[in-house]
């Protein structure tokens, strides 16, 4: 072959690669030592890509982080000042992860390793690790609530086995919020049903407002898998959002996510990366 002909078919090889990259063929394979002239997925197409990048950078995600607690600051004002002689001791409910507590390494890790989807073996291993950062407002939110006599109760739905509890218990301790003891942590290990941890608390507790990042953190009826009767539901509770209900930003994970693919966690199938592009595309413009 002449020179020409050579870079033709050099040409037509790299495009090959290129197309079997861009439809994704290669974004769940873990990087291996590969052969120096074969191809490198940089992970460049990754579906998570946009969704953390937002959360690591935006100042808008902070912005409205400082939007719920401020809010919930707000309402728990306004609870003191109608508290009255007699009345039962007031408290606030949170969930953890995503919450108060934010996960972004966890998120940054999956990507470098080429997951584009929740990998809850790798989740397992990172969390014991203390990687955490809070949440911005957060904890001044609970120091301001333990400053007015406002117990904070801190319930969360997780699973690393045997020493789940303490794992939970630790973070909260290493993120120096207040009443990180037995007394107000409640994890959930079998279950994602939080409710009877709410209906324990609220049975001496007069709950002043709800944090979480996911509808299944303030009533179990939003369990639901239907993408158009979860948003009925909430369009139902619509006066509760900002007054009962302060609602953290989540583009990563949750219940959400489970009305797209049938379970919370799926697998990282292309089945699934069809899923979401159908999902994502739901509203699509046709172009005419
Ligand atoms: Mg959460």
Known sequence: MNDNRVNRAEDEERRR???????????????TAAADDAPVDEGLNNNLLWAVAWKQTAAEYRALCYQAYNLARMRLDDALRQQKTGDRPLAIITDMDNTMLHVGSYWG??????RDFFDDAIWDEWLPNNLVTAVPGSREFFDY???????????TSRNQ??????????????????????????????????TP???QIAADFD???LLGDNLNDYKRDYYVKDIDERLALMERDRADWGTKFILLPNPTDGNWVRA???????????????????????LAWDGH
């Open 17 to 31: 690669i290129l197309a079997l990259l861009l439809a994704g063929g290669a974004i769940a394979s873990v990087p």
């Open 109 to 114: 890790y999956l990507i470098n390793v080429n």
């Open 145 to 155: 609530c333990r400053e007015n006599e406002v117990d904070v109760f801190y319930v």
């Open 161 to 194: 086995g045997e020493r789940t509890y303490e794992y939970a218990l630790a973070q909260l301790k290493y993120l120096e919020v207040p009443f990180a003891d037995e007394d107000h942590l409640f994890v959930f290990r079998e279950s994602s049903d939080k």
């Open 197 to 199: 941890a709410r209906d």
């Open 207 to 209: 709950v002043v407002v």
């Open 260 to 282: 797209i693919f049938g379970e919370s966690e799926p697998p990282p199938t292309d089945e699934n990366r069809r899923k979401l592009k159908a999902a994502a595309t739901r």
